[in-house]
């Protein structure tokens, strides 16, 4: 479905409309062209043909000679009819035997068929090829009363005609010089067989032509958009750790395409400086805020040992101790994530007994649940081995058993499992806790960074919504992935991939 939308798909079929169009129009009028040049070739190829044969008709011919010669050259072909009379002595020359003289009665030229009938009007004499016509003595008669066309008018004259007659096409022509008359008819079976034979190649050549356009429009269209394609390519490539990428313009780009690699690289060069000056600042600010944080943290526990008999201060100055402690772990957070934006999270990496971190961050919430009256429950599988960062690892773990055990309720559970994957090649870290549903239209936001649920937004929860973000990233460092697996009324839970390390 993809293909069919793409604007290469979209040129080659245009492209290959347009130019179809314009082939069967050339087809239509070479068609049309070769008809005609093929009869009118084969029209005077009968006039030149017939027209030696008249030629020799003159009133002093020997008429028995004249005879003997055309059937000597027509023979017994079916193919051609042919009829010759003089005009000035009302006189048959000649007659084609195939078919007899019927064909005579229904010819489709517009003549005077007093030209084509024995002076008196009776049946013509029969001629054969082995009597010869004996012409009758010639007797005193009144002349036929006939219509007359003048001699100026028919005076070489060609007149042509298609005739349909014994099932079969023919082509008539009718030809008058010095008084002497020829009617022929040709079968035209050849010359449509011949040019149904043309038609059927045209035909055959449409869809070939058409699937030679196909193939050139989209070599074509290919060639046009690889610049584009080589943009997409490259540009796919540019990350949050790889801004320095620039688009590369070929030295035989269409101006278009130079101007849109030249405008892009200004907007990459644009995101590249605000990228760092933010990420610098982010990690500036953090950096910066590390020690006036620990210098307050450390004036707050002292000023609460001092305070210790006065319950009223103590406790001021425990509130004072926790904010700063929250304070604490916001700029730690927001460093690795500033840190997680240029790709600087995790780099040296070892290998790290997952199981065993499991079992030390579970032990350890495993008190923190019991004091707030829920179950935890733990299992992990034996020497499951990651490649990655202890200390980022460990902290990925615990960011989601906290979020189990704040956002649960009393007399609920945690369950916690590692296990490795049917696959074999990855580690599955699940936990599931009771506690309310995450609202549908707050899931796909869980891991945006300082996102949290609405319900959730109470002050008496630890928390400041940086947690599952900082999680995506370390597992997404590692190679891994995290997401929701389901949440409703019953419990909420999450998992965790990471790959197993290579033996």
């Not at 060639?223 to 688009?247: K, Y």
């Amino acid at each position: 479905m993809n293909l069919f939308r793409s604007l290469r798909f979209r040129l080659a079929a245009i492209s290959t409309a347009i130019s179809g169009l314009a082939i069967l129009t050339l087809l239509f009028f070479l068609w049309q062209v070769i008809v005609r040049s093929m009869e009118a070739e084969a029209d005077l190829e009968m006039s030149a043909r017939f027209g030696r044969i008249l030629d020799q008709a003159h009133p002093r011919m020997k008429v028995p000679a004249f005879r003997r010669d055309l059937r000597t050259t027509l023979g017994d072909d079916p193919s051609v009819l042919l009829h010759v009379y003089n005009g000035m002595e009302d006189e048959i020359l000649f007659e084609t035997e195939v078919g007899g003289s019927d064909w005579m009665e229904e010819i489709p030229l517009r003549l005077p068929k007093t030209f084509f009938t024995t002076p008196t009007g009776g049946p013509r004499h029969p001629i054969t090829p082995h009597e010869p016509r004996l012409d009758p003595a010639p007797e005193r008669r009144e002349p036929p009363k006939r219509p007359r066309i003048p001699r100026e008018a028919l005076e070489g004259a060609t007149t042509y005609a298609d005739w349909e007659w014994a099932n079969k096409p023919w082509r008539v022509v009718h030809m008058y010089r010095r008084g002497f008359h020829l009617m022929a008819a040709v079968e035209r079976g050849p010359l449509l067989h011949q040019l149904q034979r043309i038609r059927l190649f045209l035909l055959l050549s449409v869809p070939v032509s058409f699937a030679l356009i196909a193939g050139v429009a989209w070599f074509v269209a290919d060639r046009a958009l690889r610049p584009i394609r080589v943009i997409s390519e490259t540009a796919s490539q540019i990350t949050a750790q790889g801004l320095d990428h620039r688009l590369q313009a070929s030295g035989h780009s269409d101006p278009e395409i130079s101007s849109l690699t030249q405008v892009l690289n200004a907007m990459m060069e644009r995101l590249e400086r605000s990228f760092h000056a933010a990420n610098r600042f982010s990690a500036d600010v953090s950096h910066e805020l590390q020690t006036p944080i620990s210098i307050l943290q450390m004036q707050a526990r002292q000023l609460e040992e001092s305070l210790s008999a006065d319950p009223e201060s103590a406790d001021t100055v425990a509130i004072m101790r926790s904010e700063v402690q929250r304070l604490k772990q916001i700029t730690q957070s927001l460093m690795l994530l500033s840190k997680a934006d240029t790709g600087t999270l995790a780099k040296n990496f070892q290998e790290v007994d997952l199981s065993a971190e499991f079992q030390t961050v579970a032990e350890d919430f495993a008190i923190l649940a019991d004091a707030a009256g829920i179950e935890l429950r733990s299992e992990a599988d034996e020497s499951l081995t990651v490649l990655g960062d202890t200390t980022l690892l460990r902290q990925a773990i615990a960011n989601l058993f906290s979020n189990a055990v704040k956002y649960n309720h009393q007399d609920g559970f945690i369950e916690a499992r590692l296990t490795k994957t049917t696959s074999g090649d990855d580690t599955c870290l699940t936990i599931r806790n009771t506690g309310e549903a995450i609202p549908a239209d707050d899931q796909p936001l869980l891991f945006e960074r300082f996102h949290r649920v609405d319900k959730s937004r109470s002050r008496n929860i630890d928390g400041f919504g940086l947690g599952l973000s900082l999680t995506q990233e370390i597992v997404m460092a590692h190679g891994g992935s995290v997401e929701l697996v389901a949440s409703d009324d019953e419990s909420t839970c999450f998992a965790m991939m990471l790959p197993l390390a290579q033996e």
